[in-house]
């Protein structure tokens, strides 16, 4: 887990990743990598303590400063990959009882998105889950959000999170009245969004309702307008 992820002179290695900016590859061919899924105790502290966001990974929107033609230098490992799959039992056992560390995305603090994949076909609607943390809004409280959108059969193909006063949010997801009290909800804490592709008529019936967070779930009619509005701004704002 990463703010910058940057190789040079590296030829066929795997990766799993979290990064919240772009990872960028140079003069590496036979790349491949994957959404990091860890967790043990003491890793959130430590990624708090770097400055490091549990939701902004770009993992998968890799930059080659060297291309090639009529190839790619990095590609994707398929999304039944594992981690563990790269350590020898004696090496897990070990691993676990030092560090209890556990690779598995129901234990991971890091979401589990699928990225910039093409296979888009057969996963059903795409739609923006927006969490909205106020003063009082915790990661952890995000949790059982993530739950029930696995629990739906939904993925999530992306996230990010960022900062929005009461003008922005209106601006992304237009002017209403609960728009405006998002927005005065959002102002002294942060909002997540994710976005969503499976069965989203049922998530949107089971969504919980944490203290401390408003949920905000865009429908049929303004899902792809509000996931290109949120990700757009995100983007902007991250590179500025």
């Not at 303590?49 to 890799?62: V, Y």
């Not at 350590?87 to 690779?103: C, G, N, Q, R, Y």
Request: include cysteine; hydrophobic fraction near 35%.
């Amino acid at each position: 887990s990463c703010q910058q992820f940057r190789t040079r002179d590296c030829k066929r290695i795997d990766t799993y990743l979290h990064c919240n900016t772009q990872p960028i590859i140079e003069a590496s061919v036979g790349m491949r990598f994957a959404c990091l899924q860890i967790n043990y105790p003491n890793l959130s502290d430590q990624v708090m303590g770097a400055g490091i966001s549990l939701f902004n990974n770009e993992w998968s929107n890799i930059y080659d400063f060297t291309p090639v033609e009529h190839a790619l230098n990095w590609s994707l490992l398929p999304e039944t990959a594992k981690f563990d799959t790269y350590l020898t039992p004696e090496h897990i056992t070990s691993v676990s009882k030092a560090d209890k560390a556990m690779f598995s995305s129901d234990n991971s603090i890091f979401p589990l998105t699928v990225g910039n994949r093409t296979d888009r076909e057969g996963f059903g609607k795409s739609a923006l889950l927006s969490l909205f943390l106020g003063r009082d809004g915790k990661h952890t409280d995000v949790s059982g959000v993530l739950k029930q959108v696995q629990n739906s059969e939904c993925r999530l193909r992306r996230s990010k999170e960022t900062s929005m006063n009461t003008d922005t949010v209106i601006r992304i997801y237009g002017e209403s009245a609960d728009m405006q009290n998002f927005g005065k909800f959002a102002k002294d804490g942060s909002v997540i969004g994710f976005e969503v592709e499976g069965d989203v008529d049922t998530l949107r019936k089971t969504l919980p309702q944490p203290q401390n967070i408003l949920i905000y779930l865009s429908n049929d009619q303004t899902s792809s307008k509000e996931i290109n509005n949120f990700f757009n701004y995100v983007d902007m704002t991250m590179s500025t």
